[in-house]
């Protein structure tokens, strides 16, 4: 079966676009499963930088079917100016498919998420304000409006109607905000609807028409393990499931139509929001890592915390993926560094864990435990054979398969779709 899921390790923002980007060349269809405009993938083709949120990576490829599926969050703000930011590089975005059965992310889920966030004071998420938390609470509380309901002016009036009296109870009561208006949304929303029509479809009817042809599918995850709702660091964490499990529920799949599972892991580790960061590194480390590598969030323009690879949160997701292998992106910024530090286990009060911590006292607590590696201090980034990385380039992707617990099927040195080591067929 030709099937793969892409999805991400760590905290998000390990160049998971890139990975897909570059599978997608090779695919029929990619199809985003939850998550919404929260995500942020940088993906460059042909020279131009595109900055996707809401589209899935496949677009910049003439032919591909991309799929939103039922569990993404669907904004239609943001997915229109993104369909306007291709049209204006002359790209087509014809294949592009909305499921009819996903929810829409309303002004009100934008406000709520930003009051929510007030509220909460010194405990806040550190969200990425676009409404995500607050539209799937309304999707679980049967609240929310779907693309189907959103479709039908009359539906959509009935539906916004009671959504919008319950929420400007609490706008009003709780928060002591201003009401939304009826009518502005409306009109504003049956615009947008009116433009996106053309893309809605029962995307799972299709999905099963391509699997059943045998096409090469990608399922195409945004964040990562550790923000998942169920297994991440809660509750800094999204509301969605980015683990590869939710492929299945987010696209309306058996769980053996999964082929193989690629969990995209980067060279060092990342996070955005607040939370517990074990190798977060306050220093001048940190800082190198930052500026070398531009670590300021694609969706929010926020400076992103740096630290170590932390080989306990990638075993972590190994193991709540199945991962069949690793694509370990951006080790090119490490070129620079004379040595290279890995956490290989944490310990608390004096005592190796063997799990990975629920509580977040614990693993705000940990001492990472580090294994010290002597870097290459060589530039990677033109290198295109895996054989050719300096000797002690490829000691640390081994030792980060060996500790991972899968092993590393793709290297990424650059941002560009052919600086991709690969290592091993993928489809
Ligand atoms: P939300 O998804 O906007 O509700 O934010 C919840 C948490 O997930 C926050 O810590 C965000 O910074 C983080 N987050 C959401 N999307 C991404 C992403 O694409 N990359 C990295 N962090 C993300």
């Known amino acids: 079966m030709s099937s793969i899921c892409v999805v991400g390790t760590q905290w998000g923002d390990e160049g998971k676009g890139k990975i897909v980007d570059y599978l ?23 020279g131009k930088t595109f900055k996707l949120h809401l589209l899935p990576s496949g677009i910049l490829y003439p032919g591909c079917t991309c799929i939103i599926g039922n569990d993404v969050v669907l904004d239609p703000v943001v997915l229109l100016e993104e369909l306007a930011a291709l ?107 009116d433009q996106l029509r053309p893309y809605v479809c029962d995307t799972c009817a299709l999905i099963h028409e391509e699997l059943a042809a045998d096409k090469k599918i990608l399922f195409e995850g945004a964040q990562a393990a550790m923000l998942d709702l169920s297994h991440g660091t809660y509750p800094f964490v999204t509301s969605s499931h980015p683990t590869a499990g939710a492929v299945c529920v987010g696209l309306g799949l058996g769980p053996k139509q999964i082929g193989k599972v690629i969990g995209v892991v980067k060279a060092y580790a990342t996070r955005v929001g607040e939370g517990p960061f074990p190798t977060e590194q306050l220093n001048a480390i940190g800082e190198q890592i930052r500026e070398t590598a531009h670590e300021y969030g694609a969706t929010t323009g926020r400076p992103r915390r740096c630290g170590w690879f932390d080989s306990c949160v990638v075993r972590y997701a190994t193991m709540l993926n199945g991962l069949d292998c690793i694509a370990l992106t951006r080790l090119d910024i490490l070129d620079q560094f004379p040595e290279i530090q890995i956490c290989t286990g944490y310990k608390y ?54 500790l991972a617990g899968a092993r590393v099927g793709i290297v990424s040195v650059g941002p560009e779709r052919d600086r991709t080591i690969v290592r091993e067929k993928m489809f």
């Not at 509220?119 to 049967?142: E, L, Q, W």
């Not at 916004?160 to 208006?181: C, M, S, W």
Request: proline letters at 4%; a negative charge; charged letters at 25%.
């Open 24 to 46: 997608a060349e090779q695919a029929d269809v990619v199809a985003r499963y939850q998550g919404g405009a929260n995500a942020g993938h940088t993906v460059v083709a042909k």
């Open 87 to 193: 049209k204006a590089e002359g790209l087509d975005a014809s294949g592009l498919r909305i499921s009819n059965r996903a929810h829409v992310v309303l002004p009100y889920h934008k406000l709520f998420d930003k009051l929510e966030e007030r509220m909460k004071g010194n405990s806040k998420v550190g969200t990425t304000g676009r409404g995500i938390g607050p539209c799937y609470a309304d999707a679980a509380n049967r609240i929310g409006i779907r693309v189907v309901s959103w479709m039908d002016r009359e539906a959509f009036a009935q539906e916004l109607q009671t959504a919008l009296a319950y929420k400007n109870r609490i706008i009003t009561q709780v928060f002591g905000e201003q009401p939304l208006d009826f009518q502005t949304i409306y009109d504003e929303y049956c615009g947008y609807a």
């Open 349 to 402: 009060q004096g005592k190796l864990l063997n799990e990975f911590p629920a509580s977040l006292k614990v693993l705000g607590e940990v001492e990472a435990v580090y294994e010290t590696l002597p870097g290459w201090m060589a530039p990677t980034s033109d290198i295109k054979e895996y054989d050719q990385l300096p000797a002690n380039c490829r000691r640390y992707v081994e030792r980060i398969g060996e």
